[in-house]
């Protein structure tokens, strides 16, 4: 079965930084992959989807790409600003009939 | 839309007990998922209903979670009897036929099991 690894140890940069987070995957290659935000507290929140025949997405401060040779996807926020701080959340999706896999999240930290 | 709504928000309850666990899903949405989620496992997805049918279950721990869905604006989630272990952040998440599978998740129910 697909798995969805992303860094558990939490990311801390300082604000005006661009963070960056992985998210890789070990098997076949998903037909999409979405990002989430999560607050605390909260439930997951929809950021982004890039599919397997893209390599870059972008929205506003947000990009993500695609590499299926590394099996992975990068996750970045340029400009950070404290109100960025927050768990992100990798999933796969679009191969095994309607359901996602999700990695276990990488709590993010921006500092002023 | 006043988006997916889940109840209750906190639960707290003894072992052996049985909980009901609720959920609204946004309306015109035909998928329905329950995920938990814990520090250890992460989220992971329990059963997803299509059309009001599950179809996927593999996810339910054990015969003693089970869940339905009587109709399209309505889904339980119910766990007898409750364990300890049982104790994480259950998420009910909805989502339409079309366009990019995104879930729109509810806020979660926090279940505590003493």
């Known amino acids: 079965s697909q798995k969805i690894e992303q860094n558990s140890e939490a990311l801390n940069i300082q604000e005006g930084k661009t963070a960056t987070l992985t998210c890789n995957y070990t098997n076949y290659s998903p037909a999409y992959l979405q990002w989430y935000r999560q607050d605390p507290g909260r439930g997951p929140v929809f950021l982004l989807l890039?599919?397997?025949?893209?390599k870059e997405k972008r929205k506003e401060r947000l990009k993500v790409t695609f590499d299926t040779t590394l099996k992975q996807s990068l996750f970045h926020i340029t400009a950070s600003q404290p109100a960025d701080s927050a768990t992100y959340l990798c999933?796969?999706?679009?191969?095994?009939?309607?359901?996602?896999?999700f990695g276990g999240g990488t709590r993010l930290m921006v500092k002023p | 839309d006043a988006g997916v709504i889940q109840s209750p928000r906190h639960e707290v309850t003894e072992m052996g007990q049985e909980v009901t666990l609720r959920c609204k899903p946004i309306s015109g949405h035909d998928y329905l998922f329950w995920y938990r989620q814990t520090m250890m496992r992460g989220l992971e997805l329990l059963i997803y209903f299509n059309n009001n049918v599950p179809i996927d279950d593999s996810g339910m721990p054990e015969d003693r979670f089970s869940a339905k869905m009587p109709n399209a604006s309505f889904s339980t989630l119910k766990i007898q009897p409750s364990e300890p272990r049982d104790s994480a952040v259950y998420f009910c998440?909805?989502?339409?036929?079309?366009?990019?599978?995104?879930?729109?998740f509810g806020p979660g129910t926090r279940l505590t099991v003493l």
């Open positions: 998440a909805s989502r339409g036929t079309s366009g990019t599978d995104t879930q729109y």
């Open positions: 890039i599919r397997e025949n893209e």
């Open positions: 999933a796969s999706g679009g191969n095994a009939g309607n359901m996602l896999t």
